[in-house]
């Protein structure tokens, strides 16, 4: 079965994380309590005293045509196009490539993106899986682009899918049983061996000596996987021990026993408390908890709790940072395996970048659900800190889109950050406005109005609090797949030719004025405000920022009249500021008054960024930036 079809099964696992699970843990209130003194975040100084800024450098429908099987390069391929474009993004501040997962996969199309992941060891360089490159790329077109970033100060940030592998080169029989998909830990059928794919030979690694790593993978290095080849049967199997070895909870006998294929006895087993875990192996219980037990995810999941298992992926990574060259990791799925693993791992992760580089490296965990204690869990969790994407922060982006398409009178931008990770732990959290995931289309599309994005980009990008990440398909638009859609932010262009992105321009923004101490303006629901004060090392480096969600003060207005102001503190007396966002001759204007306070103003459902007029970088605005990445 196409390993699509089970995402698209998949996907009421993830509406559970965003709007409740139907396991009894997830109805019960929280009893979880952060800790009072958090993980530091690894220390990551730029020499340049720039802002960090990530792109996701992929979206979901990404075109990428790699090297033909006897060449090592194309112009066509995706790691060919960042490599030319690294200058262009490098220039509106761009400091980190968040890469699509480059390892080898099953599908030789390249339509699982490299989600089903095969050999982690294989970025391209050997002949498996009907291919040599990955779908983005050669090794060769790899090591081009990590040159062409260092060149510019980029760094690489490496997605991991260290959670599970898919199809193995042979089938193995093991022991399993059937669990229940709505509890992992219920079992629905007694113990019995099933053939699954689950032998990894690496053939095309194996001819050139088992390059890079010598471990061949065997069922042992699993606990769960989803498709029995003796009965062409589909399930969620875990994998267990001999149970003559081990019996089944509460049994005496050393024989295998029924396991509660009555589904009244289920449902009883839920009332009455969590079912008794089976002894020896199977899934970790350091995950999270939603589905009773959340360790299984899709494909054949590995168990983090073998020594050989942990060994290995600990010299990936390794070798990742020294010899591949990536500068951090992207981590996916990390509420899906052994949360003690994942502090080993980053731990050891962070150990050897100190000691090459001299500083830690960004490692970012997907934690994917709005409830923001589950993000916090994990981080406390690792012992040392990491960081985590803010999704709770994109579901309250979307709450206050959808209130203002319908018009409610909820809608508050004064709760935009509300229980979001950006308003609980601040240093750790990574923000996004939409991502693969969420973008148009995809079965956990998260809907935001377009004409709000640009408000929602202008909190992320140009507040203190965060690292911002924005999105390849909101920078470049989506040309393909059910949603095409066009870049994010667009405006009309004020010669009449056109639209215009304003996302390049924010990113241009965030990289010259927003540093400072933020004072905020949070006084009424459809506008807010907020300044950046500056730093002392870069001039002119302070901003005034409103953005509003609302109608105009004077409906009665022209519609080019209509406007949203707000008074803001900062400045001296006489200065004057301008809009950076408006166009040269159009640009609104604002006089510092003599008590230090000015008047700003935008449109509805707008933004302004207001800088000193002969601030160092004003003319460089508008950026002209080319969003028609596919020609360049």
Not at 63 to 84: G, K, M, V
Request: charge should be negative; aromatic fraction near 10%.
């Amino acid at each position: 079965m196409s390993w699509l079809s089970k995402l698209q099964k998949t996907a009421d696992k993830h509406l559970d994380k965003h709007f409740g699970s139907k396991s009894s843990s997830a109805q019960n209130p929280p009893t979880y309590h952060s800790s009072a003194a958090p993980p530091p975040v690894p220390q990551r100084p730029r020499e340049d005293g720039e802002n960090e800024l990530l792109l996701q450098t992929f979206e979901w429908h990404t075109p990428s045509q790699p090297p033909a099987p006897n060449e090592t390069h194309s112009p066509n391929s995706h790691y060919a196009r960042l490599t030319r474009i690294v200058p262009s993004l490098a220039s509106l501040g761009v400091t980190g490539f968040w890469l699509p997962p480059g390892c080898k996969a099953n599908e030789p199309s390249g339509a699982g993106n490299g989600y089903d992941c095969y050999d982690i060891w294989d970025l391209g360089e050997f002949d498996q899986k009907f291919t040599r490159s990955v779908k983005w790329g050669s090794r060769e077109e790899l090591n081009d682009l990590l040159q062409a970033a260092k060149q510019q100060g980029v760094e690489i940030i490496w997605y991991s899918v260290l959670n599970h592998k898919t199809a193995g080169d042979a089938t193995e029989e093991t022991w399993a049983v059937e669990v229940d998909g709505e509890d992992r830990r219920v079992e629905t059928c007694s113990p019995k061996k099933i053939e699954a794919w689950l032998k990894y030979d690496f053939p095309g690694r194996a001819s050139a000596g088992m390059k890079y790593s010598k471990m061949r993978w065997r069922a042992e290095h699993f606990n769960g996987t989803d498709w029995d080849q003796s009965r062409e049967r589909k399930a969620i199997y875990k994998l267990i021990d001999d149970p003559a070895s081990f019996p089944k909870p509460g049994q005496e006998s050393q024989q295998p026993a029924n396991s509660g294929m009555n589904r009244l006895a289920r449902f009883a087993g839920k009332i009455s408390g969590a079912p008794q875990t089976r002894p020896g192996k199977g899934w970790a219980e350091d995950v999270d908890d939603l589905h009773g037990n959340f360790d299984y995810l899709m494909f054949s999941n590995i168990d983090h709790r073998h020594p050989e298992v942990q060994q290995e992926l600990k010299n990936w990574g390794e070798w990742m940072l020294n010899d591949t060259g990536v500068d951090g990791f992207r981590l996916d799925a990390v509420q899906h395996f052994s949360f003690n693993f994942s502090r080993e791992w980053i731990s050891h992760i962070q150990q050897v970048s100190q000691a090459t580089r001299g500083k830690g490296a960004m490692v970012i965990g997907e934690v994917w659900t709005g409830e923001v204690w589950r993000i916090l869990k994990w981080l406390d969790s690792l012992g040392q800190g990491a960081y985590a994407y803010d999704a709770p922060l994109l579901y309250n982006f979307s709450r206050i889109s959808e209130d203002v398409r319908m018009g409610s009178p909820n809608a508050d931008l004064r709760t935009i950050a509300r229980d979001s990770l950006v308003e609980a732990r601040p240093q750790s959290a990574v923000t996004i406005v939409t991502n693969h995931d969420t973008q148009p289309g995809q079965a956990v599309a998260t809907p935001i109005m377009p004409e709000l994005k640009t408000v929602f980009y202008a909190f992320t990008l140009l507040r203190q609090e965060g690292v911002p990440c924005v999105f390849w398909g909101d920078l470049y638009g989506i040309r393909a797949g059910p949603s095409p859609c066009p870049p994010a932010c667009m405006v009309p262009a004020s010669d009449g030719t056109g639209m215009r992105s304003l996302l390049p321009d924010l990113m241009l923004a965030r990289r010259l004025f927003a540093y400072g101490p933020q004072k905020d303006y949070w006084d009424a629901m459809s506008c807010i405000g907020f300044t950046r004060q500056g730093s002392p090392d870069k001039a002119g480096s302070e901003c005034a920022v409103i953005m509003s969600i609302g109608e105009p003060i004077d409906e009665n207005a022209k519609e080019n009249e209509q406007w949203t102001q707000k008074g803001m503190e900062i400045g001296q007396p006489g200065e004057i500021w301008v809009d950076v966002l408006g166009e040269p001759g159009s640009r609104a204007e604002v006089q510092i008054g003599d008590d230090g306070w000015g008047l700003f103003t935008c449109k509805e459902k707008s933004v302004g960024i207001f800088v000193r007029q002969d601030a160092a970088g004003v003319n460089k605005f508008p950026t002209g930036f080319n969003v028609d990445v596919y020609t360049q």
